[in-house]
């Protein structure tokens, strides 16, 4: 299948483009799986397999892990979407046989064997547009030299300047 990885630092919102990016294309696939790979995958995996119906909540641990791994083997033409991965051995074993699968990493790091696309932070201008987007109000030009020092405090990092334009949206309600 193909890979692709968003790679960069926290805060640049690579989990947010992944769930952007999985809504926009649900429908060029039979289903959407997303792991987080910094939490216990067994335990997602058993939570997949009881929605999937693959096994019966009732059903021993034991059988489940093994029917959520059958299962998950099994997916074909599925989007699948491994968040916060710091190297490839963390998802090498979960990848399905199926050549139909198209692999989706968030990642802090280069992902060997992945086509990255490095995301950065944000220049002044399209700061700015972020953050009226995010206030849903128009900077006047007397504000300019505030905000300018603010997009230049936040460095830029599209995750803070969100937050700070859903606040100010906020505060105006």
């Not at 034991?62 to 710091?86: C, F, P």
């Not at 060997?112 to 220049?123: A, E, G, R, V, Y």
């Not at 995010?134 to 803070?160: C, H, M, Y």
């Amino acid at each position: 299948g193909q890979v692709t990885s968003f790679q960069g630092m926290g805060g640049l919102g690579k989990t947010q483009l992944a769930v952007e990016y999985a809504h926009t294309y649900k429908d060029n696939y039979d289903g959407v799986v997303w792991l987080t790979v910094d939490q216990d995958i067994d335990e997602q995996l058993i939570e997949l397999a009881e929605k999937s119906k693959w096994v019966n909540k009732e059903v021993d641990i034991n059988v489940k892990l093994s029917k959520a791994r059958e299962g998950y083997a099994s997916l074909e033409k599925t989007l699948l979407i491994y968040d916060n991965v710091e190297n490839i051995e963390e998802i090498e074993p979960l990848f399905p046989h199926s050549p139909t699968n198209k692999i989706l990493v968030t990642s802090r790091n280069p992902i060997q064997k992945f086509q990255s696309i490095p995301l950065d932070t944000l220049n002044e201008e399209n700061a700015i547009k972020l953050l009226e987007s995010e206030s849903q109000r128009k900077i006047e030009d007397n504000e300019l030299f505030d905000v300018r020092k603010l997009t230049d405090q936040l460095e830029g990092l599209p995750l803070a300047l969100e937050m700070a334009g859903a606040y100010v949206s906020f505060l105006e309600c």
